[in-house]
């Protein structure tokens, strides 16, 4: 409950409970499926541990947003 009300909720001024509802929803969906965890090495919560990889340039990065792009990922992009 404290993590969605520092690193989310007070973030944003919440207008009616569906605007509060999206931000909830997308906060945990990104929580719990992208956000890397420090008891898990840094990985999320849902997923292995990735193969190594090459360094890549930066022509192959890709940002994705989440919540309202409140939080940006930086991801590999598919060839």
């Known amino acids: 409950m404290e993590t969605i009300k520092l690193e989310c909720l007070n973030k944003f001024i919440v207008f009616g409970k569906r605007h509060l509802d999206y931000l909830t929803d997308e906060f ?17 919560p849902i997923r292995e541990e990735p193969d190594e990889v090459m360094t ?18 930086f991801e590999r992009k598919v060839a």
């Open 28 to 44: 945990t969906s990104y929580y719990n499926t992208k956000r890397s965890h420090m008891e898990r090495d840094h990985l999320p």
């Open 56 to 73: 890549i340039s930066i022509d192959q990065i890709e940002v994705r947003k989440y919540v309202g792009g409140l939080i940006k990922s």
